[in-house]
């Protein structure tokens, strides 16, 4: 009697670690499929408001197929009418994601894009902060400011040639160097195809823009190692074996 129970006892005992151990893997493997579907759920959300930022972005820097940009050289008479109007205005846009990409717990997953994306946030950034220097000039001199505006035939038109002639030195050298903030945010800092500048807008954002497209063009994120199969495999023969062993003791497969 006492063996008999003695050997019940390891029987089950037995039963118990191969199903235990089956549980144990099924568990697991659970735990780590759920993360890794939160975490590539993760990833995705990140890249997709990226995508929408760039649509953001691309307004301002040109980023319209076949356009080239603000191109080096004399501007045109529109141009030097606008850039010449102190009321001319840049209305900032949001871009968080561009500019805290390596703050993100994503950021090694998006090692391949992220010197790209670094760039175009430093250029966004500097093109603001001189947008914001051009801005603290502009009204900083508010009687300046509203001499020259009403020299104006309209705000649309900006200032006519036959006007210059009525402005005052200071106002002439007023409405000169407003001119020269805007062509340089739009020369310098915006940019064009040709720009030599790697950080101007034009040429960071397509940079970045290219990196993006091509991370993801890249095969979707791999699956789980090879030897999680085998432990898959293992984890059910001990199954089986349990389970077959436990039809047997109870006389099923007699």
């Excluded at 074996?241 to 047997?248: A, E, P, R, S, Y």
Aim: with cysteine.
């Amino acid at each position: 009697m006492t063996a008999t129970l003695s050997d019940s006892a390891s029987f089950w005992a037995s039963i118990a670690a191969l199903w235990g151990a089956a549980a144990a893997w099924a568990t697991y493997y659970d735990n780590v499929a759920r993360t890794r579907e939160e975490w590539h759920a993760g990833l995705r959300a990140l890249l997709s408001g990226l995508l929408a930022e760039f649509d953001v972005v691309s307004d301002w820097a040109s980023g319209e197929e076949g356009s080239r940009g603000y191109e080096q050289g004399p501007p045109t008479e529109a141009e030097i009418r606008n850039w010449s109007r102190p009321n001319r205005q840049i209305f900032s846009f949001e871009c968080p994601i561009i500019h805290n990409l390596t703050d993100s717990p994503y950021v090694a997953d998006l090692a391949p894009i992220v010197e790209s994306v670094v760039k175009l946030s430093r250029s966004i950034t500097r093109l603001y902060n001189y947008y914001e220097e051009y801005r603290t000039y502009v009204n900083s001199r508010p009687a300046l400011y509203d001499a020259v505006l009403k020299k104006m035939s309209s705000p649309k038109d900006g200032m006519l040639e036959t006007e210059v002639a009525s402005l005052t030195l200071d106002e002439s050298q007023y409405r000169s160097q407003v001119f020269e903030f805007n062509k340089t945010i739009h020369q310098d800092l915006i940019g064009c195809i040709d720009s030599t500048d790697s950080l101007c807008l034009y040429r960071a954002f397509r940079t970045a823009r290219e990196s993006l497209k091509d991370f993801r063009s890249r095969p979707k994120e791999p699956g789980f190692p090879k030897w999680y199969w085998l432990v898959h495999v293992v984890a059910v023969a001990a199954f089986v074996k349990g389970l077959f062993l436990t039809l047997g003791w109870i006389g099923v497969l007699r």
